[in-house]
Nanobody, 116 residues
Framework: QVQLVESGGGSVQAGGSLRLSCAAS????????MRWYRQAPGKQRTLVAT?????SYSESVKGRFTVSRDNANDTLYLQMNDLKPEDTAVYYC????????????WGQGTQVTVSS
């Protein structure tokens, strides 16, 4: 079993920045795909960014968000710059791969609120 714990959420004004962290209970080097999702109130959960084997972003965050891995600390990050009110959501970390037994694991989520 793998535990993923997100942190770093909070409230910021539009144009501000936040860095989310997702700490894993085991080595993320063996977790082939790690992703950030978000879910706004009353909406479906949507994919924001993917790390491994290819890094990719949703169109709505491309150029503003950066996903990265710190294998030494078993942590996935999401650097979010130039935040907009529409970025307001609960952000979830997801892991899937050899290190998770090819089972999807999710964190509990961290709230990001962007005010105009």
């Amino acid at each position: 079993q793998v535990q993923l714990v997100e942190s770093g959420g909070g409230s910021v004004q539009a144009g501000g920045s936040l860095r989310l962290s997702c700490a894993a209970s085991r080595s993320i080097a063996s977790i082939n795909i790690m992703r950030w999702y978000r879910q706004a109130p009353g909406k479906q959960r949507t994919l924001v960014a993917t790390s491994g084997p290819i890094t990719s972003y949703s169109e709505s965050v491309k150029g503003r968000f950066t996903v990265s891995r710190d294998n030494a600390n078993d942590t996935l990050y999401l650097q979010m710059n130039d935040l907009k009110p529409e970025d307001t959501a609960v952000y979830y970390c997801n892991g899937f791969g050899l290190g998770t037994g090819w089972t999807n694991y999710w964190g509990q989520g961290t709230q990001v609120t962007v005010s105009s």
